[in-house]
Nanobody
Framework: QVQLVESGGGLVQAGGSLRLSCAAS????????MGWFRQAPGKEREFVAA????????YYAESVKGRFTISRDNAKNTVYLQMNSLKPEDTAVYYC?????????????????WGRGTQVTVSS
C-alpha cells in the first residue's frame, strides 16, 4: 500500500510560480511511475505530467509544456511539480498519482494510488 500526500498549493498571481510536492510512503516508491493530474471545477480530471521510475523520461500535457517541470527524488520518496508562468486557466485541484511498475502513462485509469489533492488558484 502506498499513501500519497500533496503539498505546496496556494494562491498566486498570473505569471508567478509554485512548486508542488508529493510525499509517498512505502518502500517500493522507487519502482513506481508517478504522475500529476488536475481537475478544475466543472471539468474532468486531466493529465498534467508524468515521470518514470528512474526519472529519465518525462511527459507533459501540451498546455503546460515549457512551463511545468516534473522531477523526483527517490531518496526522499518525493515527486515535485515546478510550475512557472502560471495562468488563470491553471487553476485546479492538483493530484499526485502512482502507478505500479516503471512504465509511464498519461491515462488516469492506469494509476493505482492517488493523493487527496492540493488547490492551486491563479488570479488574473
Amino acid at each position: 500500500q502506498v499513501q500519497l500526500v500533496e503539498s505546496g498549493g496556494g494562491l498566486v498571481q498570473a505569471g508567478g510560480s509554485l512548486r508542488l510536492s508529493c510525499a509517498a510512503s512505502g518502500r517500493t516508491f522507487n519502482y513506481y511511475a508517478m504522475g500529476w493530474f488536475r481537475q478544475a471545477p466543472g471539468k474532468e480530471r486531466e493529465f498534467v505530467a508524468a515521470i518514470n521510475w528512474r526519472g529519465g523520461n518525462t511527459y507533459y500535457a501540451e498546455s503546460v509544456k515549457g512551463r511545468f517541470t516534473i522531477s523526483r527524488d527517490n531518496a526522499k520518496n518525493t515527486v515535485y511539480l515546478q510550475m512557472n508562468s502560471l495562468k488563470p486557466e491553471d487553476t485546479a485541484v492538483y493530484y499526485c498519482a502512482g502507478k505500479v511498475g516503471p512504465g509511464v502513462t498519461t491515462e488516469a485509469r492506469w494509476y493505482n494510488y492517488w493523493g487527496r489533492g492540493t488547490q492551486v488558484t491563479v488570479s488574473s
